[in-house]
């Protein structure tokens, strides 16, 4: 899987706005994918710590790691994508876009719907990094 991670020190650290942004970005839309399939195929939703620890099961084929505070928040915007995505279409449409993005995972598969996806994952990332810039300078 093409899904990678950074090493991170200190267990509270923010979600970080470096490097490790694409793999983050990575990291949610694996996640989302997976808790698509696994919603659409079982009815049911992974727990946030489940999605962490497979998180943090990817990343370790790479022998990457990032703190489980920073893969727990990844894995709630992952689960944040995919509830607005169970909400808003038929489950048909939900099957295919589960699969466009299992599919979309192979770096040489080409979709407009996993691009698009991305693209929300990055969304969402930089919407959850303002968000905490914001809560943590003084006022």
């Not at 919603?39 to 962490?52: I, M, N």
């Not at 915007?77 to 509830?83: G, N, P």
Request: glycine content about 4%; some cysteine.
């Amino acid at each position: 899987m093409p899904v990678a991670g950074a090493q991170m020190s200190g267990e509270n650290a923010l979600l970080s706005p470096t490097p490790e942004r694409g793999i983050s970005i990575a990291l949610i839309f694996a996640l989302a994918a997976e808790r698509l399939s696994v919603y659409y195929s079982h009815d049911q939703w992974l727990k946030e710590d489940q999605g962490a620890t497979l998180a943090a099961d990817w990343l370790a084929r790479s022998q990457r790691r990032l703190p489980l505070a920073e893969r727990r928040q990844l894995s709630a915007l992952s689960e944040q994508l995919t509830r607005q995505i169970a909400d808003t279409l038929s489950r048909e449409a939900g099957l295919h876009t589960a699969h466009e993005m299992m599919e979309a995972l192979d770096a040489n598969y080409e979709s407009e719907i996993g691009r698009t996806l991305m693209m929300e994952c990055e969304r969402l990332l930089d919407s959850a990094l303002a968000d905490q810039a914001s809560s943590i300078l003084p006022r």
